[in-house]
Nanobody, 125 residues
Framework: VQLQASGGGLVQAGGSLRLSCAAS????????MGWFRQVLGQEREFVAA????????HYADSVKGRFTISRDNAKNTVYLQMNSLKPEDTAVYYC???????????????????WGQGTLVTVSS
């Protein structure tokens, strides 16, 4: 599976962006999908994950209530809707995938197999 993240950009604080992660070279219908972010010089951190059915999601406390992860298996795409953005949300955002035997979420980056190239989100104050 190859992942291509897009949708990043520059936005003012309080604004919104929607990131997309399009998969190719295989279906993600049996994969748990996640979004992570990384600030230069810091470790990559978990943002959100969605189980392969789409009915189970999990969020980092820092984004809960502001971000929404969703997936469209027919389009082989995962989304991250980001609202009420803050300057501290500025980072490179990565999508990731892992084939899952069970319908569950995964929050540890070490458990993910496939990674996209990242898309930069910059939130100005």
């Amino acid at each position: 599976v190859q992942l291509q993240a897009s949708g990043g950009g520059l936005v003012q604080a309080g604004g919104s962006l929607r990131l997309s992660c399009a998969a190719s070279e295989g279906s993600i219908s049996s994969h748990v999908m996640g979004w992570f972010r990384q600030v230069l010089g810091q470790e990559r951190e978990f943002v959100a994950a969605v189980a392969w059915s789409g009915g189970i999601t999990h969020y980092a406390d820092s984004v809960k209530g502001r971000f929404t992860i969703s997936r469209d298996n027919a389009k082989n795409t995962v989304y991250l809707q980001m609202n009420s953005l803050k300057p501290e949300d500025t980072a490179v955002y990565y999508c990731a995938a892992r084939r899952a035997r069970f319908n569950r979420v995964v929050t540890s980056l070490r458990e993910y197999t496939y990674w996209g190239q990242g898309t930069l989100v910059t939130v100005s104050s």
